[in-house]
């Protein structure tokens, strides 16, 4: 049986087609990189059309690859199985972010579709326990410890994917709005510099349609911030790139490492 | 036996001067409004002079009142017993303001003098359970338990003073930055608008050294941020200057109650 990667944005759809031959669905208007991979262009307005595209391509696993926005829907190109779905995909948006990727994954699966994750087809993307870059110092794992304890606490409320401490004290827990977002506004409003970003999937979180990842550009950003070391859950946390984030790490004299 | 009140900046020193006569502790480099009361100058650096003129002017009860910076101190104008004080402040330094502050606090209560909060001069400052502009509808009660749900989970952490949820999402979650850092980053950085502004004081807050307050900037802040929604905890938060938090709310739109 064949497999296919829903494509969203970013390295990760070229990244899990090196793991083998998979088809590319391309959703209409979302920006996805070229690919040597045969296509399926779909919408989101058509997901009847899709079930049986990837029935005709033989395809039996799917993969979800990289940012996907909530577009807007055309109704008049809607088709008649994806009208029939929306009450289930209105009622979990509005639950979040979370809720709507189980009810995605749980209306492919009905279709008789597995849902692999990225770690499943590219474990190597994760980071083993352990530095990577540097190790971190006494001062950066009291503060690696206290925005955990804030993630934990955070957990059951299916909140906070990552948080930010510095000299002990928490200025930054992630939101809504993404890592990206809280890096910036500790950068603009931080005391100080240094401290460190604890990036970690939510306990609730449905690690194959959704596995938090970083890359160079997150060590950027975070060096921007003010901060000094980054920490990854191992086994849980995509890195995108190594060998640039490792880089990256070593041009900002950023420290990063997986925690159990 | 005599009041004083230390003096930060703000409204709420004069406003708990207008609960009887009191001495104004004015420390060098507190911008501090003009008030008609005997003024007794001080330093940070010199709490033993600052213990001692309290003691001549007959002062036995302290209200900290308004925001107090951490200036820089002066080792050349420290006297002998700031310096001896020195080691335990800059050890409660290390654990936050709240520890900063219950230290401050246990310093002046071993020179026998009475720490009051503004609340106990004032307790017509705070809400009665209720709505006090408006009330909240359905949606806005939702948004309002998921931002207290998030308070109340990170509160042993001693984190978080007020945080935001809009359509059932958490925005925004104060942080060392204050609520409004937390507010400008909510208006810059979320989707879509409405959404409630929660805020009461953390569980391990000493309410009598630094009580939340909100105000009629607080309301054009929150309106800024897009947010349709203010609760505050009834009996723990400071509304300053009521009449004109509550024309600020009339002229955004915007609901204000207290939750007990």
Known sequence: ?????????????????????????????????????????????????????????????????GALSRPALDPGQMDAETAALMPRLVSAMGQGDDALLREIAAIFEAQDFRILGALDLRPDLAAEPGPICGAPGAAQGTDAARARAVLDA??????????????????????????????????ASRPGSGGVLVKRPKPSQDLRMDTPAIGP????????????????????????????????????????????
Do not use: N, Y
């Open 217 to 260: 550009d997150t060590v950027m950003k975070a060096a921007e911030a003010g901060l000094s070391g980054i920490e990854v859950a191992a086994g849980a946390v995509l890195i995108l790139d190594r060998a640039a984030t490792e880089a990256a790490c070593d041009a900002a004299g950023m420290a990063l490492w997986a925690a159990p």
């Open 154 to 187: 955070l957990g059951p409320l299916d909140v906070g994917q990552a948080a930010v401490a510095a000299r002990g004290q928490v200025i930054g827990i992630e939101t809504l709005q993404g890592t990206d977002a809280m890096l910036r506004f500790v950068g």
């Open 1 to 65: 049986m064949a497999r296919a990667i829903i494509a969203g944005g970013g390295v990760l759809p070229g990244l899990l087609l090196q793991a083998g031959p998979a088809h590319v669905v391309r959703l209409e208007g979302v920006e996805s990189a070229p690919l040597d991979a045969p296509d399926i262009p779909a919408r989101f307005e058509q997901l009847g059309k899709l079930f049986a595209d990837l029935g005709t391509a033989g395809v039996r696993d799917l993969v979800f690859a």
